[in-house]
Nanobody, 126 residues
Framework: QVQLVESGGGLVQAGGSLRLSCAASGRTIGNYAMGWFRQAPGKEREFVAAIDRSGRNTYYTDSVKGRFTIYRDNAKNTVYLQMNSLKPEDTAIYYC???????????????????WGQGTQVTVSS
């Protein structure tokens, strides 16, 4: 079983940047595909970015392409989401997720992930 703890959220002005971290414990994440999702008030949780277990393959939802970067440091058992050029519509609770995976694939569906963190709030003011 893997436990995930997100950090790095906060309040930022539009155009600013934040880096979210997802620290894993209980298992080494080298065998896990990882993803970031977000949930805005009154909306369903949605996919943001995903990375395969090697870190070589990534995938983003269209609205964050070119602004967000997902990457991982397996030695530190941590996955990151660098968010630049933030917009008010990026405001949400951001969740980290993990899936044990023997392939080098990225996973973009919520139901593909077995482990979730508690979330970290990101608020972007206009």
């Amino acid at each position: 079983q893997v436990q995930l703890v997100e950090s790095g959220g906060g309040l930022v002005q539009a155009g600013g940047s934040l880096r979210l971290s997802c620290a894993a414990s209980g298992r080494t994440i080298g065998n896990y595909a990882m993803g970031w999702f977000r949930q805005a008030p009154g909306k369903e949780r949605e996919f943001v970015a995903a990375i395969d277990r090697s870190g070589r393959n990534t995938y983003y939802t269209d609205s964050v392409k070119g602004r967000f970067t997902i990457y991982r440091d397996n030695a530190k058992n941590t996955v990151y989401l660098q968010m630049n050029s933030l917009k008010p519509e990026d405001t949400a609770i951001y969740y980290c997720a993990a899936r044990w995976d023997q392939t080098m694939g990225v996973r973009i569906r919520l139901d593909e992930y077995a482990y979730w963190g508690q979330g970290t709030q990101v608020t972007v003011s206009s």
